[in-house]
């Protein structure tokens, strides 16, 4: 029973310095074998990778398996992240993106998904809703929503839909050039709208 | 290092890349961000990013924006956190002492070590071996790794001079699995001697590899071969620790493999 309390209150203390760990030192945790260092990193971030997960393959399960895939591999190859090539956020939702691009395009995820689908299967404004519900996000909202349409379309095909920029340039009937300088010039002002909305990149 | 794209100060990642080639990779990066291109379009925006930093960069701030375009509310199910843990048995951790310690990286501090989390992981120094795989060139000129046939008596007289002097910074090389400890000794002007005269020998098709660990990067400092004894080799004065690994015959560029290394931190 001591020795139960006694664990009880060192997980305690464990956690605790987790929480306000920065992501280099939570990986570098993670790499010592830190089971905790692995939880307080799905407690900051399993949620939104789960979002975008089941937003991309439009399956739960399938999304699950994303999300377990994606810490296990922090788990397995922590070296893999950089902390001078940005944070820890980015780093798991863009491996989760990845990831479910690959499952879109690899099985009949994609048919799925388009049986259930519009016509012109541009991302609704409730989807946006689903996808931004949370108070960081209001910026992104806006600056998306800021953003000339051309390229807003552009960015939320590729994003969303998890479309090369070809498919992209198909579905709006535009050359290929043009759809990609638009989702680059696109991220670009987006990118220069969050910093002057004072999002840092990185933070959460 | 010119590469494939030679382009004059080829660097595209400002505003503008009127010029710039239709099919030039700098404008793949950012519908790379987004994974919106195929296969082989990555495969080529990889190699250019591998060798514009520039590139790289804004590479990665384009993935930060992604990942707020990503960002929602959205909760995880319950049960999810437990699958991942239940399967984290399964994986278990590689040999060996922990070299990660060397770092100034600030790390959590952590419970008395216990069981098989207390072992460090080798995927923490690969970490550094891959960030590490540009400089080796470089550095090989400044890090050269004598032959064994320059191994001699003069050598051992050497050794034993060293270990008199007060300013010697000395490392001790262990692997937890093993009882052999390779002791390093590095004099004032980076004269390194290592004594890996007690490794066990290995195969032809095998060889003892010595890295050292220069800021956060991990420098291969050259090939011992399969029975390396009394070598020598050149340290720079920021060295912080030195690893041995085992490789294929020959060595590797960078990479090592972390089975059975011995590590230790330069004092």
Redesign the interface.
Known sequence: MFHLEQDRL?RR??LS??RD??D???V??I?????D???EA?RRH???????A??LVND?ARA?EV??EV??RL??????F?PD???L??FL??H???RS?DLIRADAARRRREETESAVPTPTPDLME?????A??G??REA?SELPEPERVA?EH???S?????E?AEILGEPE?TV??R??SG??R??DQ?QAAG?T??VV | MKDMFDFAGDDFAGDDLAGVPEDHPARLVAAFSLDAVDASEAAVVEDYLRLHPEALKELQSFREVAAWLGYSSAVAPPDLWERIEASLDDRAPSPGPELAKVLSMPAPKSPPPTGHQAASRWPSVRWWLASAAAVVIAVAASAVLLSPSAVSDPLQVAVEQLREDRDVRIASLVNAASPVAVEALIDLKGHGYLLAGDLPRLGRDQTYQLWGVIGEQVISLGVLGPTPSLETFTARADLRALAITIEPAGGVISDGNPDGAFVGEVN
């Open positions: 060192r203390i464990m310095d987790l760990a920065s280099a030192a939570l570098l945790a790499a010592r074998y830190r089971n260092a692995l939880a799905y399993a949620g939104p990778v789960f979002g975008l089941r937003r739960q699950e999300v377990q810490f296990l788990w397995s190859a922590p070296d893999r950089d090539r940005g944070s956020r980015s939702m863009a989760c993106h990845g691009v689903e996808v931004w519900d949370v960081l996000s910026f992104v998306l960015i590729a994003y969303f998890g479309r090369t920029y070809r992209v050039g990609k300088s989702i680059r991220l670009r987006l990118r969050l999002v990149p990185g």
